[in-house]
Every structure is written in C-alpha cells, then in structure tokens.
C-alpha cells in the first residue's frame, strides 16, 4: 500500500512538472484585484493679488511656505506622478514636491479632465495633482463620475481631496493641511 501511495505521488509530481506555466494558472482560480489609483488633488498655493491685470501671477512669501508644507505632507506620500495647469502658480506649488520624489511634473489642460488616456495613464498609480478654485472640485467630480463638489472658496489653499479608485468603486476624502 505504501508503495502505491509513492508511485501516486511521484506520479502526479512529475504530470505536474510537466505543465507549462499557463497551465498551471488554469487549474488554480483566478480572482483578480483590481488595480489600486490614489489621486491627491490641490489648489495652487497663495498667489500675488498685487497686480489684478495679472494672468498669470507667481506665488507670494505665504504660497512659498504653503509649497514647503506641501512637500512636508507628501514627503511620506509615495507619489508616481505629479501633474499641474501650465500656469506659474500651479508650477510652483508642485515644484518642491516634485523635487522631493524626483518626479518631472506633468502639465494638463483643465478642459479635458479625467478623460481616457489621463485614467489609462494613471491606472495604480498615487498622483498629485495641482490645479485652481474651479478645476479641482471638477477634477474630483469627473473622476467620481457625481456632482458631489463645487468650486472651492477662493481663499481655501489648505484642502486637499483624497480620491481613490479600486475598480468600480470610488472613494473621497477632503483634509485640512494647515
């Protein structure tokens, strides 16, 4: 009895060396999970209000130490990408961060929020983006697919939407950074 039990066993070992990989995985169940996307999403720090013919302002004393907490804050954060408007403000807020994680950052037009290429783009990945008052609650809208946000308070350079996205399922959280 004993020696049959080891032929069975040296018998279904070497059928079992025999099978390739791929079928190996087609004996086993498969349930896959879903690709974890963390998206952090900000307003430009403290802008120069001091010219108000001016676009395109850079940041003042505040939004340079506002910038520096955001690399604080995300200095734990284990970003993959950054993204941000084109306009100086935007730039600046990500550029310490940016540096920090030695990640290019990436420029994106507001226009086109969350569109097929950005979600392909940004499938399982944590990402940072910097965006204005109006673009970002829309930005969180568009990838929550809702109407839940409207256009932040234009003195509200502190919040920080949290969205995360695990399949079908979307989540998201607002903090305060001080």
Request: aromatic fraction near 8%; charge should be negative.
């Amino acid at each position: 009895m004993r020696t049959y039990l080891i032929l069975i066993l040296l018998a279904v070992s070497s059928l079992s060396a025999c099978l390739s990989s791929e079928e190996k995985k087609e004996l086993l169940p498969t349930t896959e999970v879903p690709a974890l996307t963390t998206y952090y999403l900000i307003r430009h720090a403290e802008k120069d209000r001091s010219d108000p013919a001016n676009s395109d302002p850079e940041l003042t004393e505040a939004g340079r130490e506002r910038a520096k907490k955001w690399r604080t804050f995300f200095s734990k954060v284990p970003l993959d990408q950054i993204y941000s408007t084109s306009y100086k403000r935007t730039q600046q807020t990500a550029m310490d961060v940016a540096s920090d994680h030695n990640i290019p950052i990436q420029t994106y037009d507001p226009s086109t929020l969350y569109d097929e290429d950005f979600q392909r783009t940004t499938q399982g990945k944590t990402v940072l983006i910097v965006g204005h008052s109006n673009t970002t609650p829309q930005f969180v809208n568009a990838i929550l697919g809702t109407n839940e946000f409207t256009d932040m308070d234009d003195t509200d350079n502190a919040s920080v939407y949290m969205v995360t996205v695990t399949g079908d399922q979307k989540k998201a959280t607002v903090l305060t950074v001080e």
